[in-house]
């Protein structure tokens, strides 16, 4: 994995489909203590509604539809992200559904940890990356 700053500030990117907005809300509030260690950017109306509820600093991107997948592409080649939890809807098509795409190849092109669901997430913010502060 392509891991760096092992238990320095992360860039951490949090994006949802409207269908699994509320399961991003839940994992992120679950973790709010562990989160405000990071830098947190997301897609607009994601970043938008984590930043309302939680407190939590969101960089706010473009909303998805209008070019945020496409921002959030770009941060991960300026090497902008560490990881990202994006959890994309299995069960509706999307009208940008070429930029989510794009977004996943890049993710996995520039060997970016991506946790699709909330185990994976869990699973993620568990892993060695940030025992220390998870421990804690
Ligand atoms: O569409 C998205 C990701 O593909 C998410 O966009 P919003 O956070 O603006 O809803």
Redesign the pocket.
């Known amino acids: 994995m392509n891991i760096k700053n092992i238990g320095e500030q992360k860039h951490i990117a949090l ?4 269908n699994r907005k509320n399961d991003l809300l839940k994992w992120v509030k679950k973790h709010t203590s562990l989160l405000s260690r990071h830098f947190l950017c ?6 938008k509604m984590i930043a309302t509820e939680t407190l939590l600093p969101v960089r706010a991107y473009e ?3 209008l070019g ?2 496409q921002q959030i592409s770009a941060a991960i080649v300026d090497g902008k992200v560490d990881f990202m939890v994006f959890f ?1 809807d299995p069960l509706t098509s ?1 009208p ?1 559904d070429p ?2 795409k794009a977004l996943l190849r890049i993710a996995v092109l520039y060997d970016i940890p991506v946790a699709m669901n909330v185990s994976t997430a869990d699973f993620l913010l568990k892993s060695s990356m940030m025992e220390k502060e998870y421990i804690r």
């Open positions: 994006i949802a489909h409207d997301g897609t607009g109306t994601t970043a909303s998805g539809p945020g997948d994309w999307q940008h930029d989510v």
